[in-house]
């Protein structure tokens, strides 16, 4: 296992953000009708994204593993938002594996749903939020 992973956010003017991750950068924003400029997807948006390319690429690999066609993989992800408190309340993927034959479904399922991300969702992490001893002295 690899370890702790060094990623670093830092505001860009506006509503926007822009992550540092290993050489590559991500960028985040708002709508317009949230008064953001809509220049990229917003942060809870690139969390929807991270579980979809994780199945994806669980999905991807399983294929390729047992030498089967991976043209035309596609997950599409919708999610639905929950209130007290505010937050993602549910999500639905769809996978659509036409390279899939009828005989591997049970097994192909089983290993996209434990991607690292999902397996994330089910066993959550402890989150601890802590302010730079900097800003802790000026405030």
């Known amino acids: ?8 956010v830092r505001h860009a003017g506006g509503d ?3 992550a540092a991750v290993r050489g590559h950068e991500v960028s985040a924003d708002q709508p317009l009708d949230d008064g953001g400029e809509d220049t990229a997807p917003t942060p809870t948006e690139l969390f929807v994204v991270s579980l ?7 999905a ?3 294929l390729r593993r047992h030498r089967l066609a991976t043209e035309g993989l596609l997950v599409s992800c919708s999610y639905e938002w929950a209130e007290d408190p505010h937050r993602v309340g ?12 009828s005989e ?3 097994a192909f399922e089983r290993v996209i749903e434990h991607c690292t991300i999902h397996n994330t969702l089910h066993h959550p992490p402890e989150v601890r939020i802590r302010l730079a001893a900097a800003a802790a002295a000026a405030s």
């Not at 296992?1 to 670093?8: Q, W």
């Not at 979809?52 to 669980?58: D, E």
């Not at 549910?90 to 034959?101: F, M, N, Q």
Request: with cysteine.
């Open 1 to 8: 296992m690899p370890g702790p992973a060094a990623i670093t």
């Open 16 to 18: 926007r953000l822009v």
């Open 52 to 58: 979809g390319a994780c199945v994806a690429f669980y």
């Open 60 to 62: 991807e690999r399983f």
């Open 90 to 101: 549910s999500l639905e993927l769809i996978v659509d594996a036409p390279g899939l034959p």
């Open 104 to 106: 591997k479904r049970v």
